[in-house]
């Protein structure tokens, strides 16, 4: 039985519930990948609150609302990741619409099953999940008062937000149960491992495109056929030049000056915030007893328990010995039934209760909890104690210089609001206003822009007809947290198909660049056939090099088609078309496949690999067979880009 104790807690961030060393983690998350970061059964079964469906899950429905919310984060996400330059068409792609609805059917589903099969969170597994949440430590410890405030400032309430919890750990166990089920026989990875360490000795000849491009003439009226033919290529879309201002509240916090009494007058009145609750240090020695036992087994353990306090009061030096011989605890016994420091909120309530109704150097009378009986000697107590005002100086500086910008930029963000709108045909009045700068952009698309300019919103607001047409300021809008923009179009172009003489160079260029690739490839298919038959090539081999197959070495269309050839007889020869163009024929004079011993340890750590590639395949049939049995239907509306 696992003990209370926080040296046996896993690693779980707070919004994400499948852990780290699970081996099949990565899989999996390859096939959800917008994480179940606390959907409780609430979030799964509550009404639409538009009343439109995308989808029924066993008949439930999956709002709009609930899918345009999963798609503008994983938008952001995406954004994020990529440095704000994400290509628009991946963001509004039937493809996107598609990987996010699959991913909410699949919580959808996975949800169903784990309530139709009831699985059980044990408080003690609940308890572990929240204590482990990074967000809700301070210095490395779970501090309730900070889970309760965060939880409340995401709008939920402990015992709300313990439920999500609870569901999540539910789906967790899903995961883990269909993910250890991946197993690899060690022959099948020896055999993995001997054809990922096989080399092979190459030699390339190759066929650049240059050698050909030089021979290949390209007339006017090749040219012109291709500018017809082509005319979407060159069209330039409509583009404009825009003025903006950007107001944001980093400036504003930045002019921001905190008075020293009001940082005494803070702390002085905020003390609880900066105490440091008292923490105590305890030893024990667990008797496991079963939540249902018996009255005479309980009678049986109290007696084991009362026993060893007599015991331990008249020979306290002997409690690390007894503990490590006797002790049930297999995460403290070990250590003597030492469990550190620790303060309230960490321990369960009957446990921690008895630790902090001690006195230092006590050993109490037995405690049960739902793991068994424990007798615990209180080994050291640091007291509650309050941080000197220096420590917490630069904190409290910070937190009153950012309410003060947030009340500040609060009314200045309004007055820049108004200004923008009531006097739309200029940004000047704004600027006087609030001390700001023009700011002039380059020409840009409706499609992208740099800048506060990546950001979409601003873009279609700039490209309206209110703007575009009619010279009117845009609104403040938004760009980030804290930073708006209002911008004008200060010049524009409508789109326009570019003129031939404008593009006559480029098109010739491609031209010349595609004849000269075909040329390249119907050489080398040439030269490649005639090795085949056992001839002579005619040009330079370049130097011989040994490439493993687990370690590629040259593009991927090179490295299939040289680890296909075939191993005899030898030399083999294979040809492949380069991304450049050129094309290379590539000869194969040796091939070394290792002999891997039974016991070589990188055969475990192929095998872990080996695994995953079958748990990934295994979860991804088991979410299949859930689809069919809970009955999905998709709304043909909901992968249209609107």
């Not at 403290?332 to 909120?345: K, V």
């Amino acid at each position: 039985m696992p003990g209370p104790f926080p040296e046996s807690l896993a690693e779980i961030e707070m919004f994400e519930t499948i852990r780290s060393n699970k081996r099949v983690a990565q899989v999996i998350l390859a096939i959800l990948i917008v994480p179940f970061a606390f959907f409780g059964m609430d979030a799964y079964f509550s009404d639409s609150p538009t009343g439109n469906e995308v989808a029924k899950v066993a008949g439930t429905g999956i709002s709009a609302f609930e899918f345009d919310q999963a798609l503008r984060e994983q938008q952001d996400r995406l954004r994020q990741s990529a440095g704000g330059q994400v290509d628009r068409a991946l963001l509004e792609s039937t493809e996107l619409r598609r990987v996010v609805l699959d991913n909410l059917i699949n919580q959808r589903v996975l949800a169903l099953y784990a309530a139709e099969n009831r699985l059980v969170v044990t408080p003690q597994q609940l308890q572990e999940a929240i204590a482990a949440v990074p967000a809700f430590q301070e210095d490395g410890r779970f501090s309730l008062q900070r889970y309760e405030m965060l939880v409340r400032a995401q709008g939920m309430t402990p015992a709300s937000f313990e439920a999500r919890v609870a569901q999540d750990v539910r789906i967790q166990q899903i995961v883990a149960s269909v993910g250890d089920a991946g197993i690899v026989p060690q022959a099948s990875a020896q055999r993995f491992l001997a054809a990922q360490l096989e080399e092979r000795r190459i030699r390339e000849l190759r066929f650049p495109v240059s050698r050909f491009a030089a021979d290949v003439s390209i007339t006017d009226d090749e040219v012109k056929a291709y500018y017809e033919a082509n005319a979407a290529r060159f069209e330039q879309p409509a583009r404009v030049q825009a003025e903006y201002l950007l107001f944001d509240r980093a400036a504003v916090e930045r002019g921001i000056e905190v008075a020293d009494d009001e940082v005494q007058a803070f702390y002085e009145g905020n003390q609880g915030r900066f105490g440091v609750a008292e923490e105590r240090q305890a030893r024990h020695i667990l008797l496991s007893l079963d939540a249902a036992a018996d009255a005479a087994e309980v009678d049986k353990v109290m007696a084991e328990a009362r026993a060893l306090v007599d015991t331990l009061r008249a020979q306290p030096e002997r409690f690390a010995e007894i503990a490590r011989a006797q002790s049930q605890d297999p995460g403290s016994a070990g250590r003597g039934g030492d469990l550190g420091f620790f303060g309230r909120g960490m321990m369960v309530g009957a446990f921690e209760d008895a630790v902090f109704a001690q006195s230092k150097g006590e050993i109490g009378d037995p405690v049960r909890s739902e793991f068994g009986v424990h007798v615990i000697e209180v080994t050291d107590i640091k007291p509650a104690t309050i941080k000197a005002l220096e420590e917490v100086r630069d904190e409290i500086v910070a937190e009153l210089r950012g309410a003060a910008a947030g009340r500040r930029f609060a009314e200045l963000a309004e007055q820049f609001a108004n200004t923008v709108y009531e006097q739309s045909d200029s940004l000047a009045p704004a600027a006087e206003l609030l001390g700001l700068e023009v700011l002039t952009t380059d020409w840009m698309s409706r499609a992208e822009g740099s800048g506060p300019f990546a950001n979409e919103r601003l873009r279609s607001a700039l490209f309206g007809d209110e703007s575009l047409n009619k010279g009117r300021n845009t609104e403040a809008i938004e760009i980030g947290n804290g930073t708006l923009v209002s911008a004008r179009v200060k010049a524009s172009e409508p789109a326009k198909r570019l003129p031939l003489e404008e593009v006559r160079t480029r098109i010739a260029d491609d031209l010349r660049l595609e004849h000269a690739r075909a040329r390249a490839a119907e050489s080398g298919a040439e030269m490649l056939a005639a090795l085949q038959k056992g001839g002579e090539a005619v040009g330079d081999w370049a130097e011989a090099r040994t490439l493993q197959r687990g370690a590629p070495g040259l593009p991927a269309a090179a490295m299939q088609a040289v680890f296909s050839a075939p191993a005899e007889p030898l030399p083999a020869f294979v040809g492949v078309a380069s991304s450049e163009g050129d094309y290379v024929i590539y000869r194969v004079d040796a091939v070394e496949r290792p002999q891997i011993a039974g016991d070589d340890e990188r055969i475990e750590l192929v095998a872990a690999q080996y695994s995953q590639l079958l748990a990934g395949r295994d979860f991804a049939g088991f979410l299949a067979d859930l689809r069919q049995r809970y009955k999905v239907e998709i709304s043909p509306r909901a992968l249209q880009v609107q």
